[in-house]
């Protein structure tokens, strides 16, 4: 009875192993991005398979939110998997057991050869198939992986190759593979207009898959609907550049380019760089939305989400491309049959219509003569009055004199003599060029009283600002109320346009913000919306004046510094409702590249960076080159073991007394310890450079100032060749205004490095539009260990004068700081904390790793963080990295540490206070704090600008 019962129990084994294919289940799991989900989910419902064998597709999102999906990931032996999305390359190696599984990945990453250590195959035949995105391949990838891993009885075909570079049309049957070819076939079509402008369009081949190639059947038909020929491309960038955008005499075919690739950080080769000049067209920079939905970049005050900053907008900057515009993006779709979300892409309508009027603008300036164009130079005349007309380090009205003979001289119609020189054009804005605040009523009159001033009757700006977006509307009327209680620029019921009309030529400033006006509205919303006469401005400039291209000359405008989102604006943001069609062009000290990169991502500028003034070392002056060499003399006498060495300490506490010093410094008590930190501060003001006056745009240095310059960039870059210096100063000034006379021609800008020519000799020859770094790479390994050195300083300074460690140091970081520097600042917090970071092979910085209690011999000390606007806009991804150490860094206890018993202090009371204990918890761990989106500033330094209007 017992064999019996043993027999029947066996039995289930046994049939098991006889028929192994069809009862054992297996499992294999695709994770995928979400882009690929409608291709991936169409080719797995197609798929035939063996009944064992079950295939299900998972995005990061259903790895995240959906318990089954991770159940069953642990469950297969099989995993395939699109590294690309760096976090699937994360969760398998964190979060899944794979030693007993088959992974592989389909696309490479930046983490290759971590992921091969861990076991992850990267077959090149298995990632053939990938390359070549359609339904077939992805079924037959798929086979291939279950037939190598699961059973051999699979069949499966080769890779069905599609082509890598050719021109798409929703309206042809096939890819066409030369330029010519598309042409002979384009003519012969109805949408075909000779003689129109070309647009190209620069696309990645897997925007032509099902589920995606529909957004750019969208964009086709409109640009085409708009009057342009369109070339849609696809392939290696310079060889669409090269191949399919120019002739076989390497002429351009196209006039303006739409790029959707040329994302990445490595794009601007020799190559690519050769070809974007030698095409010398626009190209502006088109976006498809990658991590949100449309839905939710519509909904999101930040715009495009911090990780995909630098894939769609700092990445492109490096490659010269303009405009950045959130052009598609993807949707949710319900798959009702399997219950799968899917994302299909779509058009974003209305910033497409947005668009459409630019391109046009742009082409224009290529195609018109200059004795047409209408052109508008606006200076920045800040906070009102006579005396704040100016730019940062730029001689304004000298760089307006000889912009406007060059233009004159290249055929544009500008009514000047050849009298009109810098003091007359400071004249001709003092009479008619400037803002006259409300609290001046008498200067508005004298400047109404001369017959040139333009009026603009303000009926006809309710009609105008009647067509502008509804949102920004409500929110200007909110603020400043109806246009009739305006007082700012306004008189008789019309607004006074300050500017000075040189035939086709304009000169005016830039609209005040109004704080001046108004400072109480700066108390209730820093996110301060423009007043009726700044809005009146720039529609003035488009419905009056005509205007084909505008000019900001020098740093820096308010438009740009506007509400709304932070990157990747909607068509009701400020700075696009005011931009309006008009090409901007942007004048800019090449050193000043955050605030640069602000004036580019928002007011769609296109940089000509100029040169910082000419410097020379600044040495020691009077009394402070006595102190030096009283100290100097200190030292030797000490060393000597002279008698006379007390003498000399002590006029040398009398003279740092006179001096104030020690209240500069912050010394409490003056002794012999502290000469070295003096000494050193005097050094340092010493090793300072002072400038030669202000640059004037289009004019390099020359004797006395370009020599001393010369020595300053040489000093300060230990490998500079002294002549190639030379040369890029030299250079400078021709290229700038060269360059600006290009773009007004609706020419290419090539890009190049910015930053201050002293920290930087890359930064000249100036003339380029220039892009930051790669914030990837922030902070430096040079940034760590002078941001190290700057942490035990700061400890230093606290034993000596507190006699304890520092319980919470608070930092202030600048996005402008930050390029120059690489990240001190960022580096002198994680030390604080007692972090480090991690770098890859090419500098990119990884993540952080603790420093070990035993080695760091102190307390991690707590920190406050407080970036600035710009800063918030420019490195979001290093708010978050800052974000994750401080959560790596309060978990530590090897050590006394002041973050977790600072937590635990503010919950407590907040929980005190009447908060419920989640909340208290999650609020006592933030340590960033920065103004809130579509903000910049608090506001305190208008304020304190306008102390007239104080009541106390």
Sequence with gaps: MNDTKRLYSLLPLAILFLFPS?????????????????????????????????????????ITKDSSAREFIDASEVIICDVMQGELGR???????????????VRGSRDDEALKREGIIFDPDIQEYFSNLCVANIQNLICRVARNELDPSIAYDEVKKLPCLGIYHTGADAVFTSLEEYLHWYRKRKEYIKDAPWIGMMLFSSFLIEGQKEKVDYLIKRLEDEGFNVAPAFGRDHDVLTSLFMDRNQRAKVDLVLAFSLKFYSALNDDVRRALIKLNVPIFNAIN????????????????PPMDVVWTVANPEISGLIESSVLTGKVRQLDEETGKVLFIHRPIKENIELLIPRLKMWVQLKKEENNNKRVAILYYNHGQGKQNVGASYLNVFRSLELILQRMKKEGYRVAIDKNLSEDAIKDLVLKYGRNVGSWAPGELDKML???????????????????LPGDFKKKVIE??????????????????????????????????????????????????????????????????????AMIHLGTHATHEWLPGKQAGLSPSCPPEVLITDIPNIYPYIVDDVGEGIQAKRRGRGVIIDHLIPAVKEAGLYHEYSRLYDMISSYNRAVSLGSQTAGGKLGKIEDLVTNMGLLNDLGITEFDEGVLEEIEHYLLEIRENFMPYGMHTFGISPEGEALQDTIKAVSKRNSQANEEEVKTGLVDSGPREIDYLTKALKGGYVPSGEGNDPIRNVGAIPTGKNFFG?????????????????????????????????????????????????????????????????????????TGTEVIPGRKLDRPRIDILINPSGLYRDLFPN???????????????????????????????????????????DLLSRIRIFTEKPGSYGTGVCEMTGNSGFWES
């Design 91 to 105: 969760y398998l190696i964190e979060d899944v057991q794979i030693r007993n599984k088959s992974i592989y990945a």
């Design 479 to 548: 603020q400043w109320g109806e246009v009739e209680g305006s007082t700012i620029m306004i008189k008789n019921e019309e607004f006074i346009i300050p500017a000075v009309i040189l035939g086709n030529v304009l000169i005016m400033p830039e609209p005040a913000r109004g704080w001046g006006d108004d400072p109480m509205k700066l108390y209730h919303d820093p996110t301060l919306y423009p007043h009726h006469q700044y809005i009146a401005a720039y529609l003035w400039l488009k419905h009056f004046f005509h205007a084909d």
């Design 289 to 304: 939305l990658y991590s949100n939905t449309i839905d939710e970049w519509h909904g999101d005050p930040i715009g495009i």
């Design 773 to 845: 770094f790669n914030p990837d790479k922030i902070p430096s390994q040079t940034a760590w260990d002078l941001g190290r050195q700057a942490a035990e300083q700061i400890i230093k300074k606290n034993l000596k004068e507190k006699k304890r460690y520092p319980k919470k140091v608070a930092i202030v970081l600048w996005a402008t700081e930050t390029i120059r520097n690489e990240g001190i600042n960022e580096s002198t917090i994680l030390y604080l904390m007692g972090l480090k970071p991690t770098w890859d092979k090419a500098g990119r910085v």
């Design 449 to 467: 009283g001369e017959k040139k001033v333009i009026r603009l009757p303000v009926k006809t700006y309710q009609k105008w600002f009647a067509g």
């Design 878 to 920: 290093m708010l978050l990295f800052l974000d994750k150490a401080v959560r790596k860094a309060v978990i530590q206890t090897d050590i006394e540490n002041l973050i977790s018993k600072h937590n635990a202090e503010i919950k407590t009371l907040l929980i005190a206070s009447g908060s419920d204990e989640e909340r208290a």
């Design 22 to 62: 069809t009862t054992l289940a297996k499992q294999i799991s695709f994770l995928v991005i979400d882009a690929d989900t409608y291709l991936v989910n169409k080719a797995i419902k197609e798929l035939r398979l063996p009944d064992n064998i079950k295939v299900r597709f998972f995005t990061y999102h259903d």
